[in-house]
T-cell receptor, first 113, second 113 residues
Framework: DGGITQSPKYLFRKEGQNVTLSCEQN?????MYWYRQDPGQGLRLIYY???????QKGDIAEGYSVSREKKESFPLTVTSAQKNPTAFYLC????????????FGEGSRLTVL | AQSVTQLDSQVPVFEEAPVELRCNYS??????LFWYVQYPNQGLQLLLK??????LVKGINGFEAEFNKSQTSFHLRKPSVHISDTAEYFC???????????FGPGTRLSVLP
């Protein structure tokens, strides 16, 4: 079945460490997105990529970095510069030029101790 | 810029009772509208979407929503809820190119026995 796979599901890290969250999709979608979810705040866009080797900052990109070397992969690195990294992170994708609905992965919960 | 308001952060309701979850949006351009559901520690799943045509949209799990352009609303309804409907519900809007998704803060629906 086609879908979006995020790993790991749960991750614990010490303060000051960089962390990379994986997102892989086999839907052949062109566009991929990273969202951050905090209680009571809905979803906020971190980064998005509409094509391989190109990505754009979203509303809360500070302290995060991404790469898009392959169409199916869009990893997110949470750097030590992110002041409050504990959150639920969601990866999503859309088919392309006419984006339509977002398809979501199962999410990764990062806890920084 | 687009924005989404979900007026109720929490809605408790008894099993088999009807429910309405409210969503209002603001936008200077034509929009597409979506409702997503999220179960604990999972990603978001599309319930229904309005792109064009009939203003009454039917979705999965017996949910429906009505697009009201004059009131800029897209309220979600279900005539009889089940315990399994307990989840968080997000209203979202995109521009009519299916881009620039904006999410509301979410409404937590609790179905009581």
């Amino acid at each position: 079945d086609g879908g979006i796979t995020q790993s790991p599901k749960y991750l614990f890290r010490k303060e000051g460490q960089n962390v990379t969250l994986s997102c892989e999709q086999n839907l052949n979608h062109d566009a991929m997105y990273w969202y951050r979810q905090d209680p009571g705040q809905g979803l906020r866009l971190i980064y998005y990529s509409q094509i391989v080797n190109d990505f754009q900052k979203g509303d809360i990109a500070e302290g995060y970095s991404v790469s898009r070397e392959k169409k199916e992969s869009f990893p997110l690195t949470v750097t030590s510069a992110q002041k409050n990294p504990t959150a639920f992170y969601l990866c999503a994708s859309t088919p392309g030029a006419w984006a339509g609905e977002l398809f979501f992965g199962e999410g990764s919960r990062l806890t920084v101790l | 810029a687009q924005s989404v308001t979900q007026l109720d952060s929490q809605v408790p309701v008894f099993e088999e009772a009807p429910v309405e979850l409210r969503c209002n949006y603001s936008s200077s351009v034509s929009v597409y509208l979506f409702w997503y559901v999220q179960y604990p520690n999972q990603g978001l799943q599309l319930l229904l979407k309005y792109l064009s045509g009939s203003t009454l949209v039917k979705g999965i799990n017996g949910f429906e929503a009505e697009f009201n352009k004059s009131q800029t609303s897209f309220h979600l309804r279900k005539p009889s809820v089940h315990i399994s409907d307990t989840a968080e519900y997000f209203c979202a809007v995109s521009n009519n190119y299916g881009q620039n998704f904006v999410f509301g803060p979410g409404t937590r629906l609790s179905v009581l026995p």
